[in-house]
């Protein structure tokens, strides 16, 4: 876990993303949703937003689109599968995710009461 270095925003991410995961329920581990964004931030390098909530946007899209196939492991052990975890779970995720979108799409400014 020390191993991996967030950026600023990042670390601001990480705490609006675990807030969001606290105040909804979000059936996601904390070390599973640093390891998302950092795989945000990497897949979108050189489109990387300058906007804080664009940067959330990004996140969330990431995770949404890539929560039921993709096969994460622990940085310190590889044996230690962080994606493991029911379909019903994972579905949730990316169910609220699609909300956040949805809701972002229609109404911009709803975005305040999700972070």
Same mark, same amino acid.
């Given at each position: 876990?020390?191993?991996?270095?967030?950026?600023?925003?990042?670390?601001?991410?990480?705490?609006?993303?675990?807030?969001?995961?606290?105040?909804?329920?979000?059936?996601?581990?904390?070390?599973?949703?640093?390891?998302?964004?950092?795989?945000?931030?990497?897949?979108?390098?050189?489109?990387?937003?300058? %906007? !804080?909530?664009?940067?959330?946007?990004?996140?969330?899209?990431?995770?949404?689109?890539?929560?039921?196939?993709?096969?994460?492991?622990?940085?310190?052990?590889?044996?230690?599968?962080?994606? %493991? !975890?029911?379909?019903?779970?994972?579905?949730?995720?990316?169910?609220?995710?699609?909300?956040?979108?949805?809701?972002?799409?229609?109404?911009?400014?709803?975005?305040?009461?999700? !972070?």
């Amino acid at each position: 876990m020390k191993s991996i270095k967030l950026t600023k925003i990042q670390q601001k991410l990480l705490i609006a993303l675990k807030n969001w995961k606290k105040e909804y329920s979000i059936p996601i581990s904390s070390h599973l949703l640093k390891i998302l964004l950092i795989d945000a931030f990497e897949f979108n390098k050189g489109n990387v937003p300058r %906007d !804080f909530t664009k940067k959330i946007l990004m996140t969330i899209t990431y995770i949404e689109e890539n929560i039921m196939h993709r096969r994460i492991t622990s940085i310190e052990n590889t044996n230690n599968v962080l994606t %493991d !975890f029911g379909e019903s779970d994972k579905l949730y995720i990316k169910k609220e995710c699609k909300n956040i979108l949805d809701d972002y799409n229609y109404q911009p400014n709803s975005i305040l009461k999700y !972070f």
